[in-house]
Structure formats: structure tokens, C-alpha cells
């Protein structure tokens, strides 16, 4: 995310037109990762995210991110996602080779009305951090992080998430 709010409609007092200063250097963001998981056996959906100021993601930490994943997650692993470089590196490909029960899936080639993590990222942007005109990355970050953890406790957002990518939730989620 960069430090340019995204604009919304907002109200004001009549006659006075409402002002988002912007402080921040354009060049400063805050890169995220995210998953959004499944637990057929627990019946949950869950949000495991990442966050790096002022920098991107690369296979290296798309391939750390995947490790912190599966120290979370138990059992058979299945990760499915955009075709983005990142995603099939030689670092992304020793996770998958240290892990027999990872297997990485990827989406048909542009398709992000099929990937739930982008109905999240709409979300993120357009509703819980829009008019935000934070001053820097650092402070953009601090807002992300409570904002994503707040996200991560909302089954019905996520539900709608999952929803809106029009995949099929197993049984026990529905």
C-alpha cells in the first residue's frame, strides 16, 4: 500500500470542502502478503499475514512467509495463488521440496476475481483505510497491522471474501 490515500466520499459541513493532507515521500510503502486458510477440521477460516515497510516482497520472503505458514498450520498444506514470479522462484520451490505436505497450486493466468486475498486487499483499501493520509511507511504499518488482526477475527468478512472469489467452501464452512 502506498502512503496516497485512496479517496472516498465523505461528509463535511456545508460550504466547507474536507482536505486530506498528504506528508509522506510518495516512494514509501508498505508491501503485504496474506493467506487466508481453511480448517475443514476445526470449521474455521483463519488470516495469517506479513508486512514489509518500504520494501517488496521477493521469493526469499514469499519463501519465509510460507515457512511461518506451515509452523502454524498442521497437516496437509495447500496453497493456491497468482502465477507472480515470486510465487514460483527457486526459494519458493525448496519449501515446497523441504515440505512434502505443502502442495502450491496456481490460478489461471490473470484471474484476480479468483483469488480471495484480493477481495481482502479491496476491503483493506477501500473500507477500513480509506481517507487515511498517514505521515510515513512507519506509520502506515501501525494502522495495517491492528487493522488486519481486527480483519482476522471477522469470520463473516473473511466468509465474504472466500465468497466473492466464487470457489467452493467445504461442507463443514458453509
Known sequence: MMLCPLVRRTLAPKGQTPKLLVRGRHR???SIIAALTLSPIRRQLGLYFRTIVNGSFNGASVAAFLRQLLRHIRGRTIVVWDRWNGHRGPDVRAVEADHPRLKLESLPPYAPQLNPVEHLWSHLKWATLCNFAPADSEELNQAIDPAMRKTAKQRSLLLGCWRGAK????RCLC
Not at 470457489?167 to 467445504?170: D, G, Q, S, V
Open 167 to 170: 470457489l467452493p467452501l467445504p
Open 28 to 30: 514509501q510503502k508498505v
